[in-house]
Nanobody, 125 residues
Framework: EVQLQASGGGLVQAGGPLTLSCVVS????????VGWFRRAPGKEREGISC????????YHADSVKGRFTISRDNAKNTVYLQMNSVKPEDTALYYC??????????????????WGQGTLVTVSS
């Protein structure tokens, strides 16, 4: 059974750091790219970061570029999202998703068939 478990969310002050984790089980992690998505209150789900299966290629949306960093540890079947200089507009439910890509990774929801349950991040001003 494929499972993705996102964790690390919580309440954080604006300007502070927070690290999210996504632990994957049920398939060969090394073969899968992983993306991070978020859904803010009243907004559409947004793909913000992704990392290729090897970890050599990453992508960050403009909204988080320079502040968030995605990484993975294939030995631990885990992908991380290091969030720095968080802003109130980063408040959202954050999801991780995994799938196989011929090249690199993607940040469109329809590209992923395996999703975690989400972890809530709340940034106070």
């Amino acid at each position: 059974e494929v499972q993705l478990q996102a964790s690390g969310g919580g309440l954080v002050q604006a300007g502070g750091p927070l690290t999210l984790s996504c632990v994957v089980s049920g398939f060969t992690f090394d073969d899968y790219a992983v993306g991070w998505f978020r859904r803010a209150p009243g907004k559409e789900r947004e793909g913000i970061s992704c990392i290729s299966s090897s970890g050599e290629n990453t992508y960050h949306a403009d909204s988080v570029k320079g502040r968030f960093t995605i990484s993975r540890d294939n030995a631990k079947n885990t992908v991380y999202l290091q969030m720095n200089s968080v802003k109130p507009e980063d408040t959202a439910l954050y999801y991780c998703a995994a799938d196989q890509f011929a090249f690199y990774c993607g940040t469109m929801s329809h590209e992923y068939n395996n999703w975690g349950q989400g972890t809530l991040v709340t940034v106070s001003s």
